[in-house]
């Protein structure tokens, strides 16, 4: 005898956690509203090239590998973090982007922790209103002892030390790779150095043969800037138009070694540009890997909920009693008084300290 609809919504009327009970028509009508609403703030993207409805920031979002945090109100500062430590970076109902810190020891002191990992997990809301993850994205830095086999005769991200994954898969090889339950895309290829994107206080060294970078907190151009010419200005533009140039006649972009690479990530919502760089450590002898990232476009509907976690407390600007802001002070800046309250279990960890 199939069962009365009417006795079974009752009951999840009472029991509104009960597994397998149909949505209410307030809760089908909810839905509806929200996937509206998801349609009408991305209506104007194109399936090609997925550009997004982006917001003007005042300062472009970012987080330098060494690890240096870019606010969205002109706040420049540093987060200790400690060696293999994931953290919160940005909190909203939509999404979780983390990083993961990583130490090298043959660095000088205070100078030695990297960013070595950034994860992006998007939410949406299923069938029954409850949020549920759509896509998780991970990239990590591995070691030596950790380098897929097949790396070693073949191309691969960073030539082995970048490994992707997508919704746990993991993928070594550069390519152009879709995000199909939101709508979107990851390209990730090896980058000739020179065309690495700039840091905004970024300084290559004199020797035009080193691997040896510097960076300072003197102000330059904003990050925000460069994402507006495009790519932005390069470490070194004359040099990598002309690897461009190879690259465009060959159509060889993904066959490219390489210790340095760039991934983009594409959706709807948000877009990340992420950078992967190396160090031998010859010269100073500070061998490490990192990687520096940005938010490079996003959409009303992120701008207009509520951020927390690192980044996520940088909207809005604080002041010392005299009005001046707060703009590297990282113990005023952020509401979360120890680098452990930003702290997640994992790389798609959700809950922290701070935001409880």
């Not at 029954?128 to 896509?135: A, D, F, I, N, R």
């Not at 991970?138 to 919704?167: A, R």
């Not at 905004?200 to 330059?220: A, C, H, P, T």
């Not at 932005?232 to 060889?252: E, F, I, T």
Request: hydrophobic share 30%; glycine share 8%.
């Amino acid at each position: 005898m199939e069962p009365n609809v009417n006795e079974e919504q009752s009951t999840c009327f009472r029991r509104k956690d009960a597994p397998g009970c149909p949505p209410t028509a307030e809760e089908l009508a909810a839905l509806a509203a929200e996937e509206a609403r998801i349609a009408e703030d991305t209506r104007t993207e194109s399936e090609e090239d997925f550009t997004v409805q982006s917001r003007s920031f005042e300062q472009e979002a970012a987080v330098n590998g060494d690890p240096l945090f870019m606010g969205l109100k002109g706040q420049v500062f540093k987060f200790d973090g400690r060696d293999g430590a994931w953290y919160s970076n940005l909190s909203t109902k939509d999404l979780q982007w983390n990083l993961r810190f990583g130490q090298y020891k043959s660095c000088p002191s205070e100078e030695d922790m990297f960013v070595t990992g950034t994860s992006v997990t998007f939410y949406r809301k299923n069938f029954y209103l409850k949020s549920e993850m759509s896509h998780s994205i991970v990239i990590k830095v591995t070691d030596q002892e950790h380098i897929p086999p097949h790396c070693l005769s073949s191309v691969c991200l960073g030539n082995g030390f970048l490994v992707l994954s997508i919704d746990g898969k993991e993928i070594t090889e550069p390519g152009d790779y879709a995000l199909q339950n939101v709508g979107g895309r990851i390209i990730a290829h090896n980058t000739y150095a020179a065309c690495s994107k700039k840091w905004y206080d970024f300084d290559k060294s004199s020797d035009e043969n080193s691997s040896k970078v510097q960076r300072q907190l003197g102000r330059g151009k904003t990050a925000i800037e460069y994402i507006l010419n495009d790519r932005g200005q390069m470490l070194n533009p004359s040099d990598c138009q002309k690897w461009v140039d190879s690259r465009v006649a060959y159509d060889d972009l993904f066959e490219q070694g390489g210790h340095w690479a760039t991934i983009h990530i594409e959706t709807p919502l948000i877009s990340f540009h992420i950078e992967y760089r190396q160090n031998s450590g010859e010269q100073e002898g500070c061998d490490f890997k990192s990687i520096d990232a940005w938010i490079s476009k996003t959409s009303q509907r992120v701008m207009e909920g509520k951020w927390k976690g690192i980044l996520g407390e940088t909207r809005k600007r604080k002041f010392y009693a005299d009005g001046t802001q707060i703009l590297n002070d990282r113990s005023m800046l952020l509401e979360g008084g120890k680098d452990a309250d930003y702290e997640v279990d994992g790389e798609l960890g959700v809950e922290f300290a701070s935001n409880r």
